[in-house]
């Protein structure tokens, strides 16, 4: 597990009262109780890429969690651009209709992680080995680590009124995240599952959805305290605008298979507005090719 958490001391007692443990028994995963979640989750993901544990923060630690995000959304960083699903330019050799021709407004917001401080139960929640493990499990590795990226490990996404997430992939091969507060209206999260793979990016199926075509979609009113586990490297997915005064933050998690992970330096100037030493570090020895070939 990441040297963070060992250093940490973190012990089971340390996620009473901020994890719903008897619900969600992650401290205990080799009972029977845990068996059974892990194998839930399993199912689920395996079904449509995505599962939702609602409440994962008990009842009397809802109010402190919004409270926390509350005070850190002051802090985010809003940028606006036109993208398309692929995060890249577009391919005048292709077609007006070709998804990577197809560009929509992009606005959020996002509070960095060295904006979020060690008491904070997002941070304890995010840090800590039995966390870890339990996510580790079942999205079937070995062990996950925490991002080395300063600014990406631990993130809030805070979308204010008209702000939405247009239709995009992720990063990394699963995404871990939990709601903190609700937007008045809007602020809907849809995906199309496994629309794409490793093998393929399946451009007619990808051009469906864009078209409007809603056969294939799953959408989630996710709510305050709620974690979800998905696998957004391959489900297209977007969050549909924010209506009311009301802002909408998520709590982003963000884990590795492998140590070390540190994001692309010009997505991390766009997406905060600055980078980190160690994303200089990265420009200046030309360390900035991903580890799979697809668009993004």
């Known amino acids: 597990m990441h040297a ?141 680590h925490q991002y080395a990226d300063p600014l990406a490990d631990l993130v809030v996404n805070v979308l204010r009124e008209g702000c939405q997430h247009p239709w995009h992939y992720d990063t990394n091969e699963f995404i871990v995240t939990m709601m903190t507060r609700q937007s008045e209206g809007g602020g809907r999260f849809e995906y199309a599952p496994g629309i794409r793979s490793p093998e393929g990016e399946n451009f007619e199926g990808v051009q469906e959805v864009l078209d409007g075509d809603r056969s294939r979609l799953k959408s989630l009113d996710l709510k305050p305290g709620d974690l979800q586990i998905f696998f957004g490297r391959y489900s297209l997915h977007r969050v549909t605008p924010v209506e009311g005064q009301r802002e909408r933050h998520t709590v982003i998690f963000a884990y590795a298979k492998e140590p070390g992970f540190i994001g692309q330096p010009e997505r991390a100037r766009r997406i905060f507005g600055r980078m980190a030493p160690v994303h200089e570090r990265m420009l200046s020895e030309g360390r900035t090719r991903r580890s799979d070939s697809l668009a993004d």
């Open 4 to 144: 963070n958490a060992a250093a940490a001391g973190d012990t089971t007692s340390a996620l009473q009262g901020i994890v719903d443990l008897q619900r969600y028994p992650i401290t205990q995963l080799s009972g029977d109780a845990g068996q059974a979640l892990i194998d839930a989750c399993r199912r689920q993901l395996a079904e449509d890429g995505c599962v939702v544990l609602e409440r994962f923060v008990p009842e009397e630690a809802l109010a402190r969690l919004e409270r926390e995000t509350e005070r850190l959304s002051p802090e985010a960083h809003y940028n606006q651009n036109e993208t398309n699903p692929y995060n890249s330019s577009g391919d005048p050799s292709l077609p007006d209709s070709h998804p990577r021709n197809r560009f929509d407004d992009r606005t959020n917001g996002f509070v960095a992680g060295d904006r979020i401080d060690d008491s904070t139960i997002i941070r304890q929640i995010y840090r800590h080995p039995d966390f870890q493990r339990f996510i580790a499990t079942v999205v079937g590795v070995d062990e996950i």
